[in-house]
DNA sequence: AAAATAATACTTGACATCAAACGGTTTTAT
DNA sequence: ATAAAACCGTTTGATGTCAAGTATTATTTT
């Protein structure tokens, strides 16, 4: 089913460009949407599972920042998910000795074994979204969206987020 | 730049299909932060902007409940977004004679304006992003994101949003 | 040692979004 | 005609997010 008739618009696109970025972005909110779906039975938000599947999936200690930088996600925003997550007791903030400010997110048994329990139908979603699909045509997917990424990439100076705060 | 990179993850992808997901997700994410930059210089949010070239690019009347399905977004948001506009002066809500549930959304002298001057760049970083591919190729990929979806709504029956409502 | 700078986490305010519920309105069924 | 169902927009409450600003702590410079 092509955009034109999902969206109910009435003209088709002229521009193939903009119907391939538009399809990468409905794709991408149909899959959130799915995830949700999944997430949901587990009494857990996309933000909160991402947030204890890297921490499930990490060796060694993680501060906030570095959470915040493998998910691409402001400060910000890992300080209110960790505040739900450690009020369910799945993860909690341990302090650092030799250095006040930054804390250690942990995550605790209760916490893996929500993980455990969740990655199976997690994946098996996946594989059934995509079944579709060879290895072959994976990979070549995979290597068009990194260069679109990395294009986008020039365009907007790097994507820092967490900017200068002033000057 | 892989995504393993791009997120300073410590192991490879094992399974090629979640990395794929991932990409397309990740892919999405930074499109958005990418328009999002443009839309700000017009002091609009990336909603604003949907609802606004929405309208502009519409013949005949629209009611709020067609633009949500247009957009893929709940009547309650296109209420709050709506509200927004509105108070900009770029679109307006106009009673309809003979079905007092409904209003026509609008858009005005003020908001056409703004939209002829936001489509030049937001066309021009479509094209910017994805200068790398050929028409066929953006072919090619929007045949592979379709499937995918066709998959989804498959897993997730029909995704209609906004619920029954009751009973 | 003191002052300036940087880094880290938190707070606040504004948005967009959804789910659920509500109050009118219109359509359908009985 | 009346009752039931469906529809439309709105409101409320919860999340997640960002931008901007604050407080605290580390590091570097002077």
């Known amino acids: 089913m092509s955009l034109q008739e999902e969206l109910g618009l009435q003209n088709p696109f002229i521009d193939i ?3 391939a970025v538009l399809n990468i972005v409905r794709t991408s909110n149909l899959l959130s949407l799915r995830a949700a779906q999944i997430f949901r039975g587990f009494d857990l938000t996309e933000a ?5 599947f890297s921490l499930h999936f990490t060796k060694g200690n993680v ?9 691409v996600v402001t400060r910000a ?5 960790l505040d739900k997550l450690e009020a369910k007791g799945l ?3 341990a302090k650092v000795a030799g250095n006040r400010r930054i804390h250690h997110v942990i995550i605790t048994p209760e916490g ?3 993980v455990q329990q969740l990655e199976p139908p997690y994946r098996m979603g996946i594989h059934l979204a995509l079944a579709g699909m060879e290895d ?3 990979r070549h997917l995979i290597g068009e969206l990194e260069e679109i990424r990395e294009r986008l990439r020039q365009m907007m100076g790097n994507g820092e987020l967490d900017e200068p705060e002033d000057s």
């Open 63 to 71: 501060t906030q920042a570095e959470l915040g930088k493998r998910l």
């Open 112 to 114: 893996t074994r929500v």
């Open 17 to 19: 460009r903009h119907e």
């Open 77 to 81: 925003s890992i300080t209110s998910v």
């Open 136 to 138: 072959e045509g994976c």
């Open 91 to 93: 993860v909690r903030r």
């Open 48 to 52: 909160q599972f991402n947030v204890l």
